[in-house]
Each structure stands twice: as C-alpha cells, then as structure tokens.
C-alpha cells in the first residue's frame, strides 16, 4: 500500500480547497529536471474539487535553467464510464468557471473547427479562461520558427490565434466540449445546488478502442479477491445485475408524513434524482448505485452537496455560494423531518430503480409509477444504439 493510500485511509493528506487554510501548504520533494539535469523542486498538493473528487496538483521549478511545468492527475481510479461535458459559453463570467481537464481527455470548439486531441497535453487544472490561455501560449510557441521557415502557415495560424483571444471577451456565444473516456475531468456548475440549464453532462460506456488508450486490461476484478472492506462498502452500493429493461421509469413520490423517510429505496447507477420544489437535479451516476432509505438517499444528498464541499469559506464570491449552500441543506433538513411539502422524483431510463409502496398490494395514493419510451439520445448514454441483435434470435 502507497504513503497516499494509507494516509487516504487516515483522512490526513486529502483537504477541501480553503483560501484561508495556512496549514495547508504542499509537500516539497527535490527531483531532476529533464531540461538540465539539475535538480529542481517538485511541489504536490492533494486536493478535492468541490462536486467532483481527488485530485493531486503537481509544480516543478528548475532554479538554475528556469524551466517550469505544471500537471494535475486524479488521485482515484479511472471511472466505470467515460464523460461529456458540454457548455455553452454566454458570458464573461463563464471565463471563471473551474475546470479539470485529465490528459485522456479531448477538448473541443466547434465554432472554430478547434480540437486539442487526448494524450497530447498534461492535466490541468485551471479556469475556462486559462483553458484559451493554455492553447494561445501552445499555438505561440513554435511562431518565431514558423515565420522564419513558412511565412504564410504562420500567418494563418496568428489569425487563429487572434481567433481564441476574442473568445474570452465572449462578444458572441461559443460552446466547449471536454470528452474524457476516464470519466475523470470536469467543468463547474456555479449555481450548484440548482441546475445549470448551460451545461450539459453525459455519461457514457466506453469503447474496445478508449479502454486500450486507458491502458484498461479486459478481465475485471472477481467477486472472491474483494477484502472484507470492499464488501461493507458494497452492503449500500449496489448496480444492477439485470439486464436493461425496455421502458424507462419515472417514479414520483409526493411525501406528506415523517414516516415515508423509512421507506426503502433502490437506486440504479443510472438513475436521476430531482426535487422539482428546490429546484434540484442530481444527474445519473452522481451517487452511484445504492439500497438505502429514502431518509439515507437525502441524507448522502446534502453530505455530497454540503458537508463535503470545500465552498464553505474563502472570498465574498464563495461566501454567497456557501451561504446558498447550507440554506439548501436546512431545507434537506425540513424535508427529512416532515416540515416541507415536495416530491422525490426517481427517474431512470433503464427502469431498473425501486421506491417501496408502504400500501402494498394495494395501490399507494402518494406514489406515481410512469413507464416511457427511451429517447435516443438516452439509448445513445446507456450504449444501446450500438448493440447487434442480429443473429441471436432463437433457431
């Protein structure tokens, strides 16, 4: 077991982003540099992302040539599926929104027929705005040689460039694609806990082709080689061992007594979770699968939402957030104790989540359990446009 694995263990290496933690200086570790062969300094923060998870931010410096570099890496495993982050970029205020960017991941422009492909850049951690920046200084960095050995590339290439500058000041809208097979980059949503109508989030299942780029072996771990820890950790996360039903479910639940905390509730990896009243969407896999209560599903909401979100302090900006924040946990708070009037939405295209009806068999009169046809951009999600069913009927 690594240094990082057990002081993860401890809960002592990983702290919520905090401007005003002093204490939380990095670790400073002596290493080459690969420009000289010096040595240089090497700087690691381990750090979690509010809304998203550990990452480990790197720094080296050389001071005798100069030379820098900086990478972010996720301090966890490559996800169960791949992600699409899609925004569409309105104003000047999105420049400021937080993005990690893994080195699986691709990031696109379509306006400008603009593409940074996987694997060619190092992860970051940055800002929209840093994002363009990142690219600018890329596409600047071979100029001098371009002019000199083919004028006219580089003089197409200063018109793009001048091209990504404009983006920032946003004059017109643009959208930003980051497709992560790794399922481990992320852009902000800023009106957390509330949906960001802007920003479109998918879930999708890799290819043959992205989990050989991912250096992902075939055979998945057995059931037999878990450790007692892996198994009490499964007792509540659970995925589904069937197969795909042919209708999605939307089951709604409108709660109008204390006791329907208790009812028990099962929730497919790729179940949504709203509560129309507060505004609040929970997109599928955010939770992943779990058998819990519907006290324990609200409960894991405002510890993923509050408790567990590094925006709780730090400049006015976080402040007004923070303060946005724990009013929506109060308000998760009144719903657990009976005093607000709402509905718990279940939606899962895979029809393969549960809400216990506390009449049965008769019919429960606060229960609503709707059966719909699948879209195609949710066929698209789950990966079963690409499934062949040909050939398999029976002879």
Known sequence: MSVIEEERIRGGVFKDINADDEDHQPTVIESLCMNCYENGSTRLLLTKIPFFKEIIISSFTCPHCHWTNSEIQSAGRIQDQGVLYTLQVKTKEDMNREVVKSDSASTRIPQLDFEIPPFTQKGSLSTIEGLLDRAVAGLEQDQPTRKATDPAVAEKIDEFIQRLKKLKEVEEEFTLIIDDPSGNSFIENPFAPQKDTALSVTYYTRTAEHNTALGIGAEEKQDDEKTGDDLDTMRNEVKSGGATEELGTRITLHLTDPSDMSRDLLKSETCSVLIPELEFELGM?????????????????????????????GDSSSADRAEKLEAFGQKIDK???????????????????????????????????????????????????????EGYAEK
């Open 285 to 313: 896999a955010a939770l992943g699968g779990k058998f819990t209560t519907l006290e324990g599903l609200l409960k894991d909401i405002k510890d993923l939402i509050v408790s567990k979100n590094p925006f709780m302090c």
């Open 335 to 389: 719903i657990m104790a009976g005093e607000m009037d709402v509905h718990i939405i279940l939606d899962d295209p895979t029809g393969n989540s549960y809400l216990q009806n506390v009449y049965a068999p008769d019919p429960d009169p606060e229960l609503k359990i709707e059966k719909y046809t699948r879209t195609f951009e949710q066929n698209e999600d789950l990966g079963l446009n690409d499934m062949k069913t």
